[in-house]
């Protein structure tokens, strides 16, 4: 069964830093696009930040200089490194992984930046 296990969520006080990690196994396609999405209560979900296969990578305005996303194909990883954590990043932070043929979301985890 496909899983996209996601880690490193959790409370931090503003300013503060946080690093998210999302595991991809038993995909049995090729994973074009990782990316990160947020889900604020009350909110529709958002793109945070999303990379290519190639390393291209585009980010929310919102955070922007200071989320930086990164991945590891040979491990189908996917990173969101936040600094400079603001109160209006709090949410739910979800994984997608892209293929072809289908798209695959993690659970979800939460980060709290406390003011």
């Known amino acids: 069964q496909v899983q996209l296990v996601e880690s490193g969520g959790g409370l931090v006080q503003a300013g503060g830093s946080l690093r998210l990690a999302c595991a991809a196994s038993?995909?049995?396609?090729?994973?074009?696009?990782m990316g990160w999405y947020r889900q604020a209560p009350g909110k529709q979900r958002e793109l945070v930040a999303s990379?290519?296969?190639?390393?291209?990578?585009n980010y929310a305005d919102s955070v922007k200089g200071r989320f930086t996303i990164s991945r590891d194909n040979g491990e189908n990883t996917v990173y969101l490194q936040m600094n400079s954590l603001k109160p209006e990043d709090t949410a739910v932070y979800y994984c997608?992984?892209?293929?072809?043929?289908?798209?695959?979301w993690g659970q979800g985890t939460q980060v709290t930046v406390s003011s």
């Open positions: 997608k992984a892209v293929t072809l043929y289908v798209n695959y």
């Open positions: 038993k995909i049995r396609f090729s994973i074009n696009t």
């Open positions: 990379i290519g296969s190639g390393g291209n990578t």
